[in-house]
């Protein structure tokens, strides 16, 4: 089973707008992190936000914030007036927490998202 | 963050030939990976590249295929042995210092195989 899940494989956004890219996660372990990611046309991987399984509040970055619901096991992240340089694959990964496992992130499939002019 | 010098940033190779990635980092780092990303598709995890001992591979990934160096805590390498068309693919180093910290990624090489 997926333990990652990105329903939406293409977003599209006016400039200026708000967009909501999803992502629902699948674990056991109490104790995890969510990662979002940015791929660009040029292929660098660029780190956007954390949240922490424990974490009380919504993490925040800027334009960036993760809408975290711990019981419906979803990381959405939020884009805030969004701009053409935003145009990109976003990819939510998790990092499990449990005895034995490293620090590897597992990613999900990903959304590209087009922001218009 | 931990800068990441990745190379060859690209490389073209013949079926049958092998090849060697190369990743350094500036600071000395607990956990290193190894990614691959296939053409319009995600990250997947190769192997973890872990210090002074042998790489721990992910399910369909195999060392004599990938075998994976690790000689300190700032360097590793990855090949890509007796390539196939198949294996034409970016392949990205990545590293983290602890486990809240956000996995820090190299510009990635990517390989094309003929």
């Known amino acids: 089973a997926q333990k990652i899940t990105q329903t939406q494989p293409g977003m599209f956004v006016q400039e200026k707008e708000a967009v909501t890219l999803d992502c629902t996660y699948d674990t056991s372990d109490p104790s995890y992190g969510l990662f979002w990611y940015k791929q660009p046309s040029s292929g660098e991987m660029i780190f956007l936000i954390y949240q922490g399984s424990y974490d009380q509040q919504n993490a925040t970055e800027g334009r960036y914030s993760l809408n975290f619901q711990k019981a419906r096991k979803s990381a959405n992240l939020v884009i805030s007036a969004s701009q053409l340089g935003d145009s990109a694959m976003y990819f939510c990964a998790m990092r499990e927490g449990r005895v034995g496992s490293n620090y590897k992130l597992t990613f999900g499939k990903g959304t590209l998202l087009t922001v218009n002019p | 963050s931990a800068v990441i010098s990745q190379k060859p940033s690209r490389d073209i190779c013949q079926r049958g030939t092998s090849l060697t990635i190369q990743c350094q980092v500036d600071s000395q780092v607990t956990m290193m990976f190894w990614y691959r990303q296939q053409p319009g598709q995600s990250l997947t995890l190769i192997a973890t590249a872990n210090q002074g001992s042998e790489a721990t591979y992910e399910s369909g990934f195999v060392i004599d295929k990938f075998p994976i160096s690790r000689p300190n805590l700032t360097f590793s390498t990855l090949t890509v042995s007796n390539m196939s068309p198949e294996d034409s693919s970016i392949y990205l180093c990545?590293?983290?210092?602890?486990?809240?910290?956000?996995?820090?990624f190299g510009n990635g090489t990517r390989l094309t195989v003929t």
């Open positions: 990545s590293v983290s210092r602890d486990r809240r910290s956000p996995l820090h």
